[in-house]
């Protein structure tokens, strides 16, 4: 028994082993933990990524929202700039007086109604009264009054 | 790495490094793959360590992750294929007469070995053995019994209880 005991007490682990199976260990663990950090980096990554794609997608709402306003906005605008570019005309006696912003007269300077349009003026309600100049040949020139501001149309040649 | 970490490692190596190799040895015979085993059993004891209420405790549950391990290498089908023990014996230790000693030791049937080194050398009873081994304790008794017969014969008059 004791020579058994003897045997087995003599049956050591040398030195050697144990400082390699704890470098072992310690290396084990290291890449183990730097795996868990590669892991949790990636985690990171995909959840900055799922952020930044719901901000986006908000702010894309947002600016969504914002252009329809805006463009809502330019209609206006356009509208409004239709009524007075050149396009806007009045026909007249068969003839096609189109709209000259350029020029600009006082209302007291408007003769008399010659006719009413029927709205080939953008913008303009029904019926709108068109006036005369005072010197100056209907043929040549006729205004209306919009928003209290008298529009000029010069006849086509 | 912590150093507290490092300090629990050294200290589980210190503490069972000699037991752990011992139980390997009495599985494998062979010095070379003990001391594979032998790391492989500390990494795992080092990741899978769970909270132990006592030493005994922590003990009984490093020999029976040595024994797993030991019994799943010798499960390796390869291992068998590739490996013959007797030619693989290396002394373990330097002196001449431990070494004829565990040779004979060696030529025990698996089950004999570990309950000898368990029982003899460790000094657990064969209960408690029973539950490390988590066989029934009759069947512990029997093994003891048999392999105490069997060195007795082999080792004659060195072998006395």
Known sequence: MNKIYNTFS??????????????????????????????FHLSLAMTSIIICVFIYSISDNKNNNLNTTSETEIDLFNTQDNS?????FIIYNDKKYIYN??????????????????N?????????????????????????????????????? | MLKCQSDYIKETIDNYSNMVYRICLMYLKNQLDSEDAYQEIFIKIIEKSPVFTNE?????????????????????????????????????????????????????????????YLYYYEGYSTKEISKILNRREATIRTWLKRARESLKIMLGGIFDE
């Open chain 1, 120 to 157: 080939e003026v953008k913008s303009l309600p029904y019926s709108t009264p068109i006036y005369s100049i005072k010197n100056i040949d209907k043929t040549l020139r006729i205004a209306i009054i919009n928003d209290n501001k008298v529009l000029v149309f010069v006849g086509e040649n």
């Open chain 1, 84 to 88: 007075n570019n050149e396009n806007d």
């Open chain 1, 10 to 39: 003599n049956i050591t682990a040398s030195d050697e082993l144990k400082e390699k199976t704890y470098q072992r260990i310690i290396k084990n663990n290291k890449s183990k933990s730097s795996k868990k950090i590669n892991l």
């Open chain 2, 56 to 116: 005994n405790h922590r003990k009984a549950w490093i020999i029976t992750v040595t024994t797993n391990h030991c019994k799943n290498i010798l499960k390796k089908k390869t291992y068998y294929q590739t490996i013959n023990f007797d030619e693989n014996i290396i002394a373990p230790t330097n002196n001449k007469e431990d070494n004829d000693i565990l040779s004979i030791i060696f030529t025990l049937p698996l089950n004999y070995r570990n309950v000898i």
């Open chain 1, 101 to 118: 912003d350029s020029i600009v007269i006082e209302e007291s300077m408007l003769d008399k109604i010659i006719s009413y349009t029927d």
